[in-house]
């Protein structure tokens, strides 16, 4: 990832809360002849691994599990986004772009097939994401619908080597240009922009 050092999120706490709260995001890999992407949900284990883990699973059908396995893989976190309109500046010399936020974490990726392995890896993604449900649903592994349902899937973990933060918020322009933006994109009527919004005050409060 292209990452000037103004936009740099290196807060380990930090990078680990935003891929909670972004968990649905895209595996790269290679087949050595083409790239391959899967859109996925994940779940991370800050106390898994050395630097920690990525853990998910995709259906069974899905050949870039087979591709993966034991090689070093991509996954991208993304979060809110917006367009800048350069006339919200109200000088000159200026030009549009994009705020973002994304965090990149690269590891080994290591392909989990076994029972056991299995269950606990789809017992921890349902979990996660159940927790916000007035009455969480769980996973009952016990009947023969789960047991077919579990044969259509490989569950995975990929063992984090490197993160990158990117919080791209219009920090390479002074500080009041930034207020201007945040003031535009707070009057939005769309979530991703009253986000950014917020992202660059809390940057400029520091």
Known sequence: MYLPRYYEVDDRE??????????????????????MASH????????????????????????????????QVLVVFHGPHSYVSPTWYREEDVVPTWNYVAVHAT???????????????????????????????????STE?????????????????RLQGKWKLNQNHPEHRRRRVAEQLSRSSGDADRQIAGLIEEDISG
């Open 14 to 35: 930090r990078l680990f809360q935003f891929m909670r709260d972004n968990g649905f995001g895209i595996l790269f890999s290679h087949t050595g002849d083409e790239p």
């Open 40 to 71: 996925l949900p994940f779940v991370v284990d800050e106390e898994g691994g050395e630097q920690g883990l990525i853990i998910g699973h995709m259906a069974r059908a899905n050949r870039q599990w087979r591709y993966a396995d034991g090689q």
């Open 107 to 141: 590891g080994t990726f290591r392909a989990v097939g076994d029972k056991a392995g299995m269950e606990e890896n789809v017992a921890r993604l349902t979990d996660f994401y159940e927790a916000s449900q007035p009455q969480p649903w769980q996973a009952d592994f």
């Open 145 to 161: 619908y789960s047991e077919q349902m579990m044969k259509r899937v490989m569950g995975f973990e990929i063992e984090i080597t």
